[in-house]
């Protein structure tokens, strides 16, 4: 198996920004490098150890619904292997965890949408009654299938800091009310197709967070990842039940450790310890696993 990469150093390409996970380098003035990292972030705090595999699975996770969901939106890729982009002796670091895509506009929110009120929205139905404006039926359970997906924008925060759930209202506010009605339109059309294939895997998609750009026409695409383990939460079907936090394929099993120790949640980040980062790694595998029907490739 490869070693994990933490952190990529592509030389023969401009570095533009090192984000929580991905790397992001200039091609060229229409299109971008993104190398997938193996880092992790908990909390918005990126942790010292790398995650074996994850980078791979994000990566492939994301060419698979890419693939999978472009009747309903373009989506960023531009057909280009990453190893003809870099220095032959860079190859090893993006093979299987890169992307050469198109340059676009990302929009300023994060298109946030929900199946199940879980996690955030959980506490936020818990205090007001309410989901990023949407009032929900009295006396929901935790982790309840909702009538309806909720399309439930967030603010993109800058690193370290926390993203904060808007309403359609506010979205409108930052970026008009046709993109907004059309982003949120793809969102839940996306979703959809997404969850009710991942049902016939096993999988249910609680939530999930797109991230969208425009072109030069104003044509809206699906950039950055989608339904990977990071932008989602998936859960076995076979082990959900209402009213708990069902065990999922993402990185809750880091946050379910981190949440035991004496730490304030802000950098930096506790070392893992091996059995963590193992079964971690072996969490995101799974899910591309059950997704796709197919084994990954190292």
């Known amino acids: 198996m490869s070693q994990p990469l933490?952190?990529?150093s592509i030389n023969s390409l401009p570095l533009l920004a090192r984000?929580?996970?991905?790397?992001i380098y200039a091609v060229d003035e229409d299109k971008l490098l993104i190398v997938t990292s193996d880092r992790l972030s908990a909390f918005d705090v990126i942790l010292p150890d790398p995650i074996p595999r994850k980078?791979?699975?994000l990566t492939q996770t994301a060419l698979f619904w890419f693939d999978k969901l472009a009747h309903i939106l373009p989506g960023q890729l531009t057909g280009i292997a990453p190893e003809d982009v870099v220095a032959a002796s860079e190859r090893d670091q993006v093979r299987g965890r890169a992307?050469?895509?198109k340059r676009l506009k990302p929009l300023p929110i994060e298109a946030v949408v929900?199946?199940?009120i879980i996690g955030g929205g959980w506490k936020d139905y818990l205090a007001t009654g309410q989901v990023c404006g949407h009032t929900l039926p009295v006396g929901l359970k935790q982790a309840a299938k909702l009538a309806q997906p909720l399309f439930t924008p967030s603010?993109?925060?800058?690193?370290?800091?926390?993203?904060?759930n808007i309403d359609f209202a506010k979205c409108v506010e930052l970026m008009g009310e046709d993109l907004s009605a059309r982003a949120r339109d793809a969102a839940i059309q996306l979703y959809s197709e997404a969850r009710?294939?991942?049902?016939s895997r096993g999988i249910i998609i609680a939530d999930t967070k797109f991230e969208f750009g425009v072109d030069a026409a104003g044509t809206l695409h699906l950039i950055d990842e989608a339904l990977t383990p990071d932008s989602s939460r998936f859960w076995p079907a076979d082990s959900y039940a209402e009213g708990i936090s069902p065990p999922s394929y993402d990185k809750q099993y880091v946050r379910d450790y981190l949440e035991t120790l004496d730490w304030n949640k802000t950098a930096p980040g506790p070392r893992l310890p091996a059995d963590v980062i193992e079964k971690t790694s072996a969490k995101y595998v799974e899910a591309y696993?059950?997704?796709?029907?197919?084994?990954?490739a190292d």
């Open 99 to 101: 992307l050469v895509v």
């Open 155 to 164: 603010t993109k925060a800058e690193m370290g800091t926390h993203d904060e």
């Open 114 to 116: 929900r199946g199940y």
């Open 55 to 57: 980078g791979q699975v």
């Open 196 to 199: 009710d294939y991942a049902a």
């Open 6 to 8: 933490y952190e990529s």
């Open 289 to 296: 696993e059950r997704l796709t029907g197919k084994q990954l």
């Open 19 to 23: 984000g929580k996970v991905r790397d």
